[in-house]
């Protein structure tokens, strides 16, 4: 009984620390804050785990550290394997987003390069619309998941590669050894306007 007590005692508490959502507007220079959530667990056989939520943020700051993580946020930028920009597109890419214009031109214009993120970023969070609305909020594989953190994975890995994450734990990765969990917790708690 007293076990019974004790778990109905800390699912409440989680459940009303996790109910806290912060929709005041914050500026784009705003302090990133830390939340430490810890999920409701039914049973004592499966530790609680702490996930740490950075809560802010606006688009705006979403994709000035997309851009920073993937060019350093320069706009002339080409890597090794051919993708280009502030964001790092391959040209397949940029034709199945409808931007069917040379390398030089995409280089040299950042609106073109923030308008196929904008438009990358719609076609991401349609694509994954089911996953966002069942996995948001939750944790997955030991990871907290949030829209933006999903958006940014389906950015490195696409949107196949996130749902096989969530579905059964399949880490893929890039070129350069980056995973897509680096990208779902790097990027969580973003409040994303698209």
Same mark, same amino acid.
């Given at each position: 009984m007293k076990k019974l007590i004790t778990n109905i005692f800390v699912t409440l508490s989680v %459940? %009303? +620390?996790m109910a806290f959502t912060i929709k005041k507007a914050i500026a784009p220079t705003a302090t990133v +804050?830390?939340?430490k959530a810890k999920p409701v667990v039914p049973f004592d056989s499966i530790p609680i785990e702490a996930a740490v939520v950075k809560i802010s943020k606006s688009q705006y700051n979403f994709l000035d550290a997309m851009g920073q993580r993937e060019s350093s946020n320069r706009y002339d930028i080409v890597n090794q394997y051919g993708?280009?920009?502030k964001y790092q597109f391959g040209s397949k890419t940029l034709k199945w987003l409808g931007f069917d214009i040379s390398k030089e031109e995409f280089l040299s214009s950042p609106s073109i390069q923030e308008k196929a993120m904008i438009a990358l970023m719609i076609k991401n969070r349609k694509s994954l619309k089911r996953q966002i609305?069942?996995?948001d909020g939750k944790i997955i594989h030991g990871i907290f998941i949030t829209e933006s953190g999903l958006i940014a994975a389906a950015h490195l890995v696409g949107?196949?590669?996130?749902?096989k994450f969530l579905r059964n734990g399949k880490v893929s990765k890039d070129g350069f050894g980056t995973t897509v969990v680096d990208y779902i917790e790097t990027f969580n708690g973003y409040q994303l306007d698209y």
């Open positions: %459940s %009303s +620390l +804050l830390e939340i993708y280009m920009g609305k069942k996995y949107a196949g590669g996130v749902r």
